[in-house]
Antibody, heavy 121, light 107 residues
Framework: QLQLVQSGSEVKKPGASVKISCKAS????????VSWVRQAPGQGLEWMGW????????KYAQTLQGRVTMTTDPSTETAFVELRSLRSDDTAVYYC???????????????WGQGTVVTVS | VLTQPPSVSVAPGQTATITCGADDISTRSVHWYQKKAGQAPLLVMQ???DRPPGISQRFSGSNLGNTATLTITRVAAGDEADYYCQVWDSRGDHLGVFGGGTKVTVL
C-alpha cells in the first residue's frame, strides 16, 4: 500500500544536528512532493517546509529559515530533513507527508509517515 | 492565521461542529486532519467538503465567508481526537499553515 516510512528515534544534545529520512513506497516519488510537519509535546501541528520530489525546489517556514535543509534522493525515493543548532524546544515528533509536486497548489497532505521522535537534551 | 476553538465537547450520538476561521477563507481550499495520541495525522476532509476514501460519511465539511467547518454526526468514542484545519497561504510565499487544533471530547 502507499506509505511513507521514517527513520527511528533520535536523542541529540543542544547545538547538534539531526537528519531524518522518509522513504516512499508504492507511488511515483517524482510525481509528488514531501512536507515536513512537527508536533512538540502538548502543542499543535507545525508545518516546517516542503520539497518537490520532481525538481528539489524547497520552501521553508520562516521560523526555521537558516537551520533547516530538506533534500531528496530520487534513486531511493527518500526525502530527508536536517535541522541544525538544535534547542530544547526542537524536541518533537517529526512527520513527513505526501504533498503536491509543485507550488502553488491547493492539495492536501494525504499520506503521512509514522513519525520520528527527536529529543534534544 | 487560522483560528480554531481549543475544545469542543459532545455527547455520544450527537453532532460535533469544529470551526476554522480566517479572513476570506472561502477563497482557499481547506483540509482537515484527525490526530490521535501516538498516531500520525489522518486526512479526514480535503478541498473543503471532499471525503477521502475510507472516511466515514458521518464527516462532512463546508467553507463559506470567513469560516470553514468540519461536522461529525452521530459522534462515537472513536472520534475523540484533535482536529486541525490546514491551507496553503496563497497570499505570501505559498507556505503551509495549520490551525491551532480543536480537542474533541466525547462525554
Amino acid at each position: 500500500q502507499l506509505q511513507l516510512v521514517q527513520s527511528g528515534s533520535e536523542v541529540k544534545k543542544p547545538g547538534a544536528s539531526v537528519k531524518i529520512s522518509c522513504k516512499a513506497s508504492n507511488y511515483t516519488f517524482t510525481s509528488f512532493g514531501v512536507s515536513w510537519v512537527r508536533q512538540a509535546p502538548g502543542q499543535g501541528l507545525e508545518w516546517m517546509g516542503w520539497i518537490s520530489g520532481n525538481n528539489g525546489k524547497t520552501k521553508y517556514a520562516q521560523t526555521l529559515q537558516g537551520r533547516v535543509t530538506m533534500t531528496t534522493d530520487p534513486s531511493t525515493e527518500t526525502a530527508f530533513v536536517e535541522l541544525r543548532s538544535l534547542r530544547s524546544d526542537d524536541t518533537a515528533v517529526y512527520y513527513c507527508a505526501r504533498s503536491p509536486v509543485f507550488l502553488p497548489s491547493r492539495d492536501a497532505f494525504d499520506i503521512w509517515g509514522q513519525g520520528t521522535v527527536v529529543t534534544v537534551s | 492565521v487560522l483560528t480554531q476553538p481549543p475544545s469542543v465537547s459532545v455527547a455520544p450520538g450527537q453532532t460535533a461542529t469544529i470551526t476554522c476561521g480566517a479572513d476570506d477563507i472561502s477563497t482557499r481550499s481547506v483540509h482537515w486532519y484527525q490526530k490521535k495520541a501516538g498516531q500520525a495525522p489522518l486526512l479526514v476532509m480535503q478541498f473543503d467538503s471532499d471525503r477521502p476514501p475510507g472516511i466515514s460519511q458521518r464527516f462532512s465539511g463546508s467553507n463559506l465567508g470567513n469560516t470553514a467547518t468540519l461536522t461529525i454526526t452521530r459522534v462515537a468514542a472513536g472520534d475523540e481526537a484533535d482536529y486541525y484545519c490546514q491551507v496553503w497561504d496563497s497570499r505570501g510565499d505559498h507556505l503551509g499553515v495549520f490551525g491551532g487544533g480543536t480537542k474533541v471530547t466525547v462525554l
